[in-house]
């Protein structure tokens, strides 16, 4: 997570800088293995189309997008797609005034992330540096001689900051003329398959595993709704990587959040008794109906639970007498 001091004229992380190497020169950056934007989804389709379109010409650009989807990526994929990539990336963070990080991104790009969590006093020094550098407030504006580009990203809804008091309203203006949204991965799920084959071959090559997904994992991967999004995914698939010995990776290592199931509020309220709104009657209630989804079969509902078989039976001992049947448990699900 971001966090940028509260000390004036300063931040809380030290400035990033990386140089951008030859071997980054590409002609279409989007399809390097390095930026690519992975995936089918008329949201990436978008989303490439944006970045194509305004990464020659932006001067200062808003990335807006919940935690996990990639803001870093697109914020390099557009220094790669603008007219001088060949200068520096520079990740803004503690250690250096807002002057003095200007002057090491010119030429290049200054990308503050999580801008959002900007201290007022740091957001005033950015723009009074802002203003001596005479920037325009259309965002597209023909650059200025040594003055980098600014990525900005955000997590929260700048807006609502802005009317909070908790955000300048005209370091707002001057840096979301331009703006892209990133969709969560929830919304383009389609995407998940191609994403997911993307990161095992990655994970692949680096440690000299050759792995597959199997089918049961694959279910669990398209059925989970991905509240850290394409950050969860590459995790969880990392994790697996590391975890399998077979060869294929099975739901059980998969180490995504334990939640794995969704509820819907309004229906669960009108479902659950008043002696079953504690969370563990709601996580009984679950297994029970997964349990009859499976017919009884206890490994299947274990794997498509995403847990043990040894742990699916220690839940069902709080829940079911120990000779429960397959009939008995259908019935006690369909309660």
């Given at each position: 997570?971001?966090?940028?001091?509260?000390?004036?004229?300063?931040?809380?992380?030290?400035?990033?800088?990386?140089?951008?190497?030859?071997?980054?020169?590409?002609?279409?950056?989007?399809?390097?293995?390095?930026?690519?934007?992975?995936?089918?989804?008329?949201?990436?389709?978008?989303?490439?189309?944006?970045?194509?379109?305004?990464?020659?010409?932006?001067?200062?650009?808003?990335?807006?997008?919940?935690?996990?989807?990639?803001?870093?990526?697109?914020?390099?994929?557009?220094?790669?797609?603008?007219?001088?990539?060949?200068?520096?990336?520079?990740?803004?963070?503690?250690?250096?005034?807002?002057?003095?990080?200007?002057?090491?991104?010119?030429?290049?790009?200054?990308?503050?992330?999580?801008?959002?969590?900007?201290?007022?006093?740091?957001?005033?020094?950015?723009?009074?540096?802002?203003?001596?550098?005479?920037?325009?407030?259309?965002?597209?504006?023909?650059?200025?001689?040594?003055?980098?580009?600014?990525?900005?990203?955000?997590?929260?809804?700048?807006?609502?900051?802005?009317?909070?008091?908790?955000?300048?309203?005209?370091?707002?203006?001057?840096?979301?003329?331009?703006?892209?949204?990133?969709?969560?991965?929830?919304?383009?799920?389609?995407?998940?398959?191609?994403?997911?084959s993307h990161f095992l071959d990655r994970l692949t090559k680096k440690y000299r595993?050759?792995?597959?997904?199997?089918?049961?994992?694959?279910?669990?991967?398209?059925?989970?709704?991905?509240?850290?999004?394409?950050?969860?995914?590459?995790?969880?698939?990392?994790?697996?990587?590391?975890?399998?010995?077979?060869?294929?990776?099975?739901?059980?290592?998969?180490?995504?959040?334990?939640?794995?199931?969704?509820?819907?509020?309004?229906?669960?309220?009108?479902?659950?008794?008043?002696?079953?709104?504690?969370?563990?009657?709601?996580?009984?209630?679950?297994?029970?109906?997964?349990?009859?989804?499976?017919?009884?079969?206890?490994?299947?509902?274990?794997e498509l639970l995403g847990i043990s078989r040894s742990t699916l039976y220690r839940?069902?001992?709080?829940?079911?007498?120990?000779?429960?049947?397959?009939?008995?448990?259908?019935?006690?699900?369909?309660?």
């Amino acid at each position: 997570m971001a966090t940028f001091s509260h000390i004036p004229s300063s931040f809380q992380r030290l400035a990033e800088t990386r140089s951008q190497d030859a071997r980054l020169a590409f002609s279409d950056p989007l399809q390097s293995s390095d930026w690519k934007m992975v995936g089918e989804s008329a949201a990436i389709k978008r989303l490439r189309l944006q970045i194509r379109r305004i990464g020659p010409h932006f001067r200062a650009v808003l990335i807006q997008g919940e935690r996990g989807t990639g803001k870093e990526l697109v914020a390099r994929a557009m220094h790669q797609q603008s007219m001088g990539p060949r200068g520096s990336f520079v990740v803004a963070g503690c250690g250096s005034r807002i002057s003095s990080l200007m002057k090491i991104g010119c030429g290049g790009t200054l990308f503050f992330n999580g801008i959002d969590e900007m201290p007022l006093e740091t957001q005033d020094e950015l723009l009074e540096v802002l203003r001596r550098h005479e920037w325009s407030q259309d965002g597209l504006a023909a650059p200025q001689k040594l003055s980098p580009r600014i990525i900005a990203s955000s997590s929260q809804d700048l807006r609502g900051l802005v009317a909070s008091g908790r955000f300048r309203q005209e370091l707002y203006q001057r840096i979301a003329m331009v703006q892209i949204a990133l969709t969560p991965l929830r919304e383009r799920m389609e995407d998940v398959p191609v994403l997911a084959s993307h990161f095992l071959d990655r994970l692949t090559k680096k440690y000299r595993k050759e792995t597959i997904i199997g089918d049961d994992a694959m279910a669990l991967l398209k059925s989970h709704r991905w509240p850290g999004n394409v950050r969860e995914l590459e995790n969880a698939l990392n994790s697996a990587v590391l975890e399998c010995e077979s060869g294929v990776i099975q739901p059980w290592q998969l180490s995504i959040s334990e939640m794995r199931f969704d509820i819907d509020e309004t229906a669960a309220s009108k479902e659950l008794a008043p002696e079953a709104t504690r969370l563990q009657h709601v996580v009984d209630r679950h297994v029970l109906r997964v349990l009859k989804d499976c017919g009884g079969n206890k490994l299947r509902a274990a794997e498509l639970l995403g847990i043990s078989r040894s742990t699916l039976y220690r839940m069902l001992e709080t829940v079911l007498p120990a000779d429960a049947s397959p009939s008995a448990t259908n019935a006690q699900a369909s309660q």
